[in-house]
C-alpha cells in the first residue's frame, strides 16, 4: 500500500532553520494534497500547512511568514522550510496525504512522525 515517510527532524536554535521531506511511495495512487500537522507534548495535534496537488498552499496564523511548503509531484513529495524557528515550535511535526488508490474511494494517509527540537 501506500507508505509516507518523513525526514528532516532534529534539534536547533530558536531562530534556526530546519527542512522536512515527506515522500509517498507505492503505485496506482493519485494524491489530491498533502500536508503536515504537528503535535506537542500534552496538545492536540493542530495543522500547520496544507497543500493541493494543483500547487495551492494553506498555512496556521502561527507560521505564516516564517515556514513554507511545496510539492514535487513527480516523486509524490512535500516539503516544508521552516525557518525563524521558536520554542513554541517544538513538537512531533506528522506527514499527511489525502489519496485515492484504483477502484477505491478518497482516504488520508499519515507518516510516523519526526522530532523537531527548539531550544538553545
Known amino acids: 500500500q501506500v507508505q509516507l515517510v518523513e525526514s528532516g527532524g532534529g534539534l536547533v536554535q530558536p531562530g534556526g532553520s530546519l527542512r522536512l521531506s515527506c515522500a509517498a511511495s507505492?503505485?496506482?495512487?493519485?494524491?489530491?494534497?498533502m500536508g503536515w500537522y504537528r503535535q506537542a507534548p500534552g496538545k492536540q495535534r493542530e495543522s500547520v500547512a496544507t497543500?493541493?496537488?494543483?500547487?495551492?498552499?494553506n498555512y496556521a496564523d502561527s507560521v505564516k511568514g516564517r515556514f513554507t511548503i511545496s510539492t514535487d509531484n513527480t516523486s509524490n513529495t512535500v516539503v516544508l522550510q521552516m525557518n525563524s524557528l521558536k520554542p513554541e515550535d517544538a513538537a512531533v511535526y506528522y506527514c499527511?496525504?489525502?489519496?485515492?488508490?484504483?477502484?477505491?474511494?478518497?482516504?488520508?494517509?499519515w507518516g510516523q512522525g519526526t522530532q523537531v527540537a527548539v531550544s538553545s
Open positions: 497543500i493541493t496537488s494543483g500547487g495551492s498552499p
Open positions: 499527511t496525504a489525502e489519496l485515492i488508490v484504483a477502484g477505491g474511494d478518497p482516504y488520508e494517509c
Open positions: 507505492g503505485s496506482g495512487f493519485s494524491i489530491y494534497a
